[in-house]
């Protein structure tokens, strides 16, 4: 039952940045919350997760050095900023939560499938 609700996407020339906020309706079951992207044609992909009580946080491929993923316990937001966005950075974003947490093995960073999606976000970046 626990609900995601993503918004900030839009249109953004390349070099741009925005944030987007992923709303949470419960972190009770909740330890991870995370972004995906997916593009048309091509396969999702993670983005980033963050622990929810600890703060800890994850990033795949090397988003890291552009994206920073942050929480508001407070308002249940985790939110996904975005600098010097890449025209390659274009595709819909999703939110995704789960109890378990994607964990490093054999150095290789891997989530198993998140229980909970919201709708996703559609991010535009123009060059």
């Known amino acids: 039952q626990v609900q995601l609700v993503e918004s900030g996407g839009g249109s953004v020339q390349a070099g741009g940045s925005l944030r987007l906020s992923c709303a949470v309706s419960d972190f009770t079951f909740i330890n991870c919350v995370g972004w995906f992207r997916q593009a048309p044609g091509k396969e999702r992909e993670g983005v980033a997760a963050?622990?929810?009580?600890?703060?800890?946080?994850f990033y795949f491929g090397s988003v890291q050095e552009r994206f920073t993923i942050s929480q508001d316990n407070h308002n249940k937001t985790v939110y996904l900023q975005m600098y010097i966005v890449k025209p390659e950075d274009t595709a819909k974003y999703y939110c995704?939560?789960?109890?378990?947490?994607?964990?490093?093995?054999?150095?290789?960073?891997?989530?198993?499938?998140?229980?909970?999606w919201g709708q996703g976000t559609q991010v535009t970046v123009s060059s």
């Open positions: 963050i622990k929810i009580r600890s703060s800890s946080t």
């Open positions: 995704a939560a789960d109890s378990s947490c994607p964990q490093y093995t054999y150095s290789n960073l891997r989530w198993a499938e998140p229980k909970f």
